[in-house]
């Protein structure tokens, strides 16, 4: 059974950090591309970031260029997304997800991942 659980988030000022966790199992993690994405009340969900396990590509959207960063750690299956000098238009539900590295030909494009976590919501506070 395929299993994504996020872990990490909570309520923080703005300016403030926070590092998700994405822990992963029931695949192939090496052959797989993990990504995060974020949806916040009444908007679409949007793609943060993505890491390629196979071969270590990161991928970011413009809103977390230069704050956010991923990576991953093979050997614990689990992906993580340090977030730095958040701003309160960061606050949403994040998601994390993956799909196969050959069908996922958007990184930040949600409708090419198979299997998404339940969430972890950030909340960025002034």
């Known amino acids: 059974e395929v299993q994504l659980v996020e872990s990490g988030g909570g309520l923080v000022q703005a300016g403030g950090s926070l590092r998700l966790s994405c822990a992963a199992s029931?695949?192939?993690?090496?052959?797989?591309?993990i990504g995060w994405f974020r949806q916040a009340p009444g908007k679409d969900r949007d793609g943060v970031a993505c890491i390629v396990n196979s071969d270590g590509k990161t991928y970011y959207a413009d809103s977390g260029k230069g704050r956010f960063t991923i990576s991953s750690d093979n050997a614990k299956n689990t992906v993580y997304l340090q977030m730095n000098s958040l701003e309160l238009e960061d606050t949403a539900v994040y998601y994390c997800?993956?799909?196969?590295?050959?069908?996922?030909?958007?990184?930040?494009?949600?409708?090419?991942?198979?299997?998404w976590g339940q969430g972890t919501q950030v909340t960025v506070s002034s």
């Open positions: 029931g695949f192939t993690f090496d052959d797989y591309a």
């Open positions: 997800a993956a799909g196969s590295w050959d069908t996922v030909v958007e990184p930040l494009a949600g409708r090419f991942y198979s299997y």
